[in-house]
């Protein structure tokens, strides 16, 4: 492996652990040439399907862009960028599961709503106002009030525009927060 410091080839590995799903291992190295020490993750290679954005097009699945998505949703939320990473790749392992060659952007947004519910509300609310494409600001609100009140993100989806709002809660006291 060439190192990322020094770009010589002359590295060991220090430490090697699989990941919680089980599909990749990640490796410490030193390099031995400037005693950096680095991180590769090895991986399956396996077959990612191709996205259908809502449009229409076509495009082949990069988890890149899910991560570069999810930073943006988690930016200034205490969420680690292992989190992320596992989440990615959680999304990545359910996908090449299913054995499909195409799956569309909206399926990929519930896998990531889903993970994201779990790990932090904000963030997913930031995520759902893009992935939900929200018309007004009625129907974010009406979001926001079932996570809020109900506390479970597939309620909102049965709900739907007849939603009732939870009970108004005092903004100002969670500024601090």
Partial sequence: MICPYCAKDNDKVVDSRASESGYAIRRRRVCLECNSRFSTIEKIEGFLPTVIKKNGTKEPFVPSKLKTSLEIACSKRPVSNQILTDIVSCVENDIIQRYRQEITSNEIGEYVMKRLYEVDKVAYVRFASVYKDFTDPESFATEVANIAGVGNPESA????????????????DKRGE
């Fill in 157 to 172: 989806d049965e709900a739907g525009d007849n939603a009732e709002p939870a009970e108004d809660k005092d903004v100002d």
